[in-house]
């Protein structure tokens, strides 16, 4: 056979030899930079990534005051812990005493390996810090009315989640920290027994006992217990997030963006920028036959894409901007402050104190009291209660702005006086004077588990908030004051948790007060 | 909507599907039966059948020594024993709130977790605690004192030898 005129394959090859690179980077991206709207449109929903966003995103989504950017900074930090966890793995072994010694091996002979657990251990806790934060902002912006009900809840599912994130992986380095912090968690996961055992009904119902066995797998702390904590923390819980994770973003899409005042297009007109020009110049080409089946009004439908602009630059860049804030925080702090590793654990002498990671301390605080109404009991009530704010408040007013609705900020500024004080003066009362057993020995146990500070400030704060509907005659105004309430509880708890309580969890002014031995 | 559902059917808005297909129903049903069995089935995995605990007996000798009613907890146990006119008899050392390891003092045993106090015996005397340190069986044998860790008996149960 002879070639064709004029063709030369073996050049043809060179050349898309050379043209690889370019031609590769093309068929990627298929429609080009995104340099025009239309470019910019296909660069996001022609990205599987990318396409979680919306091509759009409206102006006030993006002012920084809308989400002080804690949403991107809780998944941020969580990419961070998962990229450097994996990396853990590889030198983690999941058994007693291996577990410890592999911890020693990561800090003091695996190259580089203390600061991927630095790493690790920082963004773990940013990661907490940020869900709690950014709940506290859906919260105060009321982002969780109708139709965001549904995603709020998704969102308490996150906020559990993170948690049982980080306590599980506060068993793994098994050193004397760890090991008493899991047994106290086990304990307490037993302790419905306290009501049970009142009763004497614990040897046909036990649910505390078998929360316990399930838990550890095990009547102790020991192998059993450690292989079910590295399970849970690094595939079950993972996986776990990484559903809820998709749930919630998908929602925001959803729901129609995130929330914003129904006045928020006028508010925008005085700093209307030159982008948000009029979308659809001419009649659209097509009609979209799907949207033709649907029942009833998405959230985009009579809604115009004005003062919108494009997600490509425009959010990405913002999410991108707070990535790497996020990450410059968590490295800054590893290379000040070394995660702790104490002594390898040991069950026949409990570390003194014994603290559990400090967003558990404020439960600790509690449990001190009654190990069933601190560390069950009352969780629950604040999950449910959590959990049921956007059932029972269906208002309107004020939706999409920071302290929206009836009361507004002075209510918000009030409620935080109350939510400090009255913990402040619970706790004075009883590391003052004690309480009920100190007063009276013999009183019923089942006494003690009802009214105890734990109960009385939660008690305190149910009638604050009843209170506060009245006055204002308004369900978002007992919402503010409960949530506010229960912020500033969290906090009192777990600073006297954190700072105050030494050695046999007595009260001290300061750690340099704890007796030395 | 403003739709009336006699108003000519459009083909978007298609026949429901009929509720009478019993065939699917119960094949549904068949499924659905056959998961939950499944499920509840595989909750027992985990929980194992024996469990990995060491073992709850111990044997110790009596230091010589022991004064009456002053505690003896051997190393590595989370037992207190006495010895006094009346017999031998144990007490458990971890704490009745959430499991931590008590420490005799003068007064009795004190936990170094959440504060609570209990006497010799074992009562509660502060803090949280819910119930008494419980007293484990013991038996003599020889000299030596065997311990049940898995056996509780009532407060006061002293075993003369
Ligand atoms: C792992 C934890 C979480 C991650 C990574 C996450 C991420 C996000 C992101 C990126 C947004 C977009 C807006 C923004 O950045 O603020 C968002 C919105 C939202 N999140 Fe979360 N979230 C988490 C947990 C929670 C929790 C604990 C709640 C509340 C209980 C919650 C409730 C909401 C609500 C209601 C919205 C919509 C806000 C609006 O429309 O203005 N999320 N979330
Ligand atoms: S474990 Fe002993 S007081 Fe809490």
Redesign the pocket.
């Known amino acids: 056979m002879t070639p064709a005129a004029g063709k030369d394959a073996l050049r043809e090859f060179y050349g898309n030899l050379k043209s690889a690179p370019g031609r590769l980077l093309e068929t990627a991206f298929r429609t080009g930079p995104p340099a025009t709207d239309r470019s910019r449109s296909t660069f996001v929903f022609g990205n599987v990534f990318l396409h979680l966003h919306a091509v759009r995103t409206h102006l006030w989504?993006l002012r920084w005051t809308?989400?002080?950017?804690?949403?991107?900074?809780?998944?941020s930090a969580?990419l961070i812990a998962l990229v450097t966890g994996v990396m853990l793995m590889f030198y983690y072994k999941p058994y007693p005493d291996a577990a410890y010694e592999s911890m020693k091996d990561i800090a003091f002979v695996v190259p580089t390996g203390r600061l991927i657990r630095n790493l690790h251990r920082w963004s773990a806790n940013l990661?907490v810090v940020?869900?709690?934060l950014?709940?506290a902002?859906?919260?105060y912006?009321a982002?969780?009315r109708k139709p965001?009900e549904y995603?709020?809840?998704?969102?308490?599912?996150?906020?559990v989640?993170?948690l049982g994130l980080s306590f599980t992986g506060y068993l793994l380095p098994w050193d004397q920290l760890a090991y008493w912090a899991i047994t106290i968690g086990a304990n307490i996961a037993q302790s419905p027994r306290e009501v049970t055992d009142a009763l004497g009904i614990t040897e046909y119902f036990d649910p505390g006992g078998l929360q316990r066995l399930l838990l550890l797998g095990s009547d102790e702390v020991g192998a059993e217990a450690l292989i079910r904590f590295y399970l849970l923390h690094v595939m079950i819980l993972p996986l776990v997030?990484a559903m809820?994770?998709a749930v919630?973003?998908w929602r925001?899409r959803k729901?129609g963006?995130?929330?914003?005042p129904a006045d928020a297009d006028e508010r925008l007109a005085g700093l209307r920028r030159e982008e948000t020009y009029p979308v659809f110049t001419e009649a659209p080409a097509k009609t979209y036959h799907l949207a033709a089946i649907i029942r009833g009004r998405t959230e985009h439908v009579g809604r115009g894409p004005e003062n919108t602009v494009p997600s490509m630059p425009h959010l990405f860049y913002a999410e991108l901007g707070v990535l790497m804030l996020t990450f410059f925080a968590c490295m800054a702090l590893s290379l000040v402050s070394d995660a702790p590793l104490k002594e390898l654990a040991n069950p026949n002498v409990p570390e003194n104190p014994a603290k559990a990671p400090w967003y558990f301390l404020g439960l600790q605080e509690l449990v001190s009291y009654s190990a069933f109404m601190g560390g069950i009991a009352i969780p629950a009530i604040v999950l449910l209660g959590?959990a049921l704010i956007p059932y029972l408040d269906r208002e309107t007013e004020g939706t999409?702005r920071w302290f929206g609705g009836p009361g507004g900020w002075p209510l918000v500024r009030f409620s935080a006086l109350f939510g400090v004080c009255v913990p402040v003066l619970i706790e004075a009362f009883a590391i003052r004077f004690g309480w009920l057993r100190e007063w009276f020995p013999d009183i019923p146990q089942l006494v003690v588990t009802a009214i105890n500070p734990a109960t009385i400030i939660t008690a305190a704060y149910a009638l604050f908030s009843l209170w506060s509907i009245r006055r204002f005659q308004s369900t978002r105004a007992g919402a503010l004051a409960l949530f506010t309430c229960f912020l500033g509880g969290f906090l009192v708890l777990t600073v006297i948790g954190t700072y105050f309580r030494g050695p046999n969890w007595v009260f001290y002014w300061s750690p340099a007060d704890w007796p030395q031995h | 909507m403003t739709t009336t559902p006699k108003a000519g059917r459009s083909r978007l808005d298609p026949e429901p599907v009929p509720r009478r297909d019993w065939l699917g129903l119960s094949s549904l049903a068949a499924m659905g039966s056959a998961l939950l069995f499944g499920l509840i089935g595989m909750l027992k995995l985990p929980k194992a059948a024996v469990l990995a605990s060491p073992s709850k007996k111990f044997r110790v000798a009596l230091p010589e020594t022991l004064p009456p009613g002053e505690p003896f907890v051997p190393p590595g146990r989370a037992v207190a024993i006495f010895r006094d006119g009346e017999g031998v008899y144990a007490v458990s050392t971890i704490c009745t709130h959430l499991g931590c390891v008590v420490k005799s003092v003068p007064e009795g045993f004190e936990c170094p977790c959440h504060g609570s106090r209990f006497a010799r015996d074992g009562e509660v005397t502060k803090g949280p605690a819910p119930r008494a340190l419980p007293w484990f069986k013991v038996g003599l044998a020889g000299g030596l004192v065997t311990i049940d860790e898995g056996t509780v008996v009532p407060s006061g149960t002293k075993v003369a030898g």
Do not use: E, Q
């Not at chain 1, 809308?66 to 998944?75: A, D, E, W």
């Not at chain 1, 995603?151 to 906020?159: A, H, K, Q, Y």
């Open positions: 989504s809308t989400t002080l950017g804690l949403g991107i900074m809780s998944i969580f990661m940020a869900v709690i950014h709940m902002r859906a919260f912006t982002a969780y965001r995603n709020w809840l998704i969102g308490i599912g996150l906020l989640v993170t997030i809820l994770l919630h973003f925001i729901d963006g995130l929330a914003r959590l999409g």
